[in-house]
């Protein structure tokens, strides 16, 4: 890295992050690309497994640890990937069998699935094939909702969810951002990565965590109605323009806050992040929070998965004979190859043994 012009031998992604995502608080990772809101994301899920991660993560006051956290989170990605021959219903059952303890009866796992599809509003569309994005089948808002609901099933107390409005017009991610509100208002920490939202879809958020290049945060806190407490916030720093009636608040933000705004203005917000009152506030609540609450006990599991081994099979044969039962064509295609291949090899070597032995012994 010496050679690029890097003064260290480690490349710095995250520098002194700190905050907290509660439940029933939806939280925004703000800010241009680069800044290190996916790396936050992606380390915080366990998802990040090259470098070095320094620092301390904690689940309701305890230690976190990867093999329990995985089984209590979900993450929704930016492009879900769901199998296209199988109907919305038959996808959150899938995620379901594998993913709930076995506990759970087929019974209350069919109730369960029920509603959540009636709380991100996929119940219309129960039946519908997934289909192939921009082809067939469900469009882009729906089939975010279906990634949503794929990790719901698993009844998850923690989603991270990157980008869920992205490649969505106004309407779709409107749409979107009523199932995400929906599933903070169970009692779920849910937090997001967002870039460059509209002002509906961005104060649809309680609380944002906003951070600059070099993965610095500049504000982590409330959001406030019409952005009231982040424009206050920013609008008492010297020197920073008024935000313009109707502008709106993140475009704002990204701009009074750039690097060529600091340079201009001979002023580091990450510095005056941490010289605030609200920084020490989050500090003082952080430490709170880092303490679990008298009579808790921290969270195991007896087994490494949730369904026993010859259960995960069982599912996934079951799924792939819906996915090759709906799509004849392909399946006809295989067969073909196959027996093609079969007769062409078999063909080749058909009593090659004989003709050999035959040979030797003359």
Avoid at 65 to 83: D, K, L, M, V
Avoid at 167 to 175: F, I, N, Q, S
Avoid at 194 to 199: E, F, H, R, T, V
Avoid at 313 to 323: F, N, T, Y
Wanted: with cysteine; proline share 4%.
């Amino acid at each position: 890295m010496k050679n690029r012009g890097v003064a260290e031998d480690k490349l710095v992604l995250l520098k002194g992050v700190s905050g907290s995502f509660r439940p029933g608080v939806l939280t925004a990772l703000v800010g241009v690309s680069g800044d290190g809101k996916t790396t936050l994301m992606d380390v915080l899920a366990g998802r990040k497994i090259g470098g070095y991660i320094e620092g301390d993560i904690r689940i309701s006051g305890y230690p976190k640890q990867q093999e329990t956290f995985a089984r209590i989170s979900g993450y929704c990605e930016q492009n879900g990937i769901h199998s296209p021959h199988v109907t919305v219903y038959e996808s959150l059952l899938y995620s379901a069998c594998l993913r709930l303890p076995a506990e759970v009866d087929s019974e209350t796992i069919k109730m369960f699935i029920e509603e959540v599809m009636e709380l991100v509003e996929l119940t219309p569309q129960r039946e519908a094939l997934v289909g192939l994005p921009g082809v067939n089948g469900l469009s882009a808002e729906q089939r975010k909702r279906l990634t949503i609901a794929v990790e719901l099933v698993a009844n998850p107390s923690i989603i991270f969810m990157d980008e869920p409005t992205s490649g969505l017009d106004a309407r779709a991610a409107a749409v979107v951002m009523t199932a995400v509100r929906n599933t903070v208002d169970t009692g779920r920490t849910v937090v997001c990565t967002i870039n460059q939202p509209s002002i509906d879809v961005f104060e649809a958020f309680d609380e944002i965590f906003f951070m600059k290049s070099g993965g610095e945060e500049v504000y982590v806190g409330p959001l406030g109605r019409r952005s009231c407490h982040l424009i206050h916030y920013f609008e008492a720093i010297e020197g920073v323009n008024k935000i313009k009636d109707g502008y709106n608040p993140v475009t704002w933000m990204l701009e009074v806050t750039s690097s060529a705004q600091e340079i201009a203005l001979g002023v580091d917000f990450a510095m005056v992040y941490k010289s605030s009152e609200l920084y020490r506030r989050n500090k003082r609540l952080i430490r709170e929070l880092s303490t679990p609450a008298p009579g808790s006990k921290d969270l195991h599991f007896r087994t490494q998965y949730p369904r026993p081994f010859f259960t995960q099979c069982k599912v996934c044969l079951w799924k792939q004979r819906q996915s090759y039962w709906r799509n004849p064509l392909y399946t006809a295609v295989r067969l073909t190859f196959a027996t093609s291949v079969a007769l062409m090899f078999g063909t080749m070597f058909w009593d090659l043994g004989s003709k050999r032995q035959a040979i030797i012994f003359e």
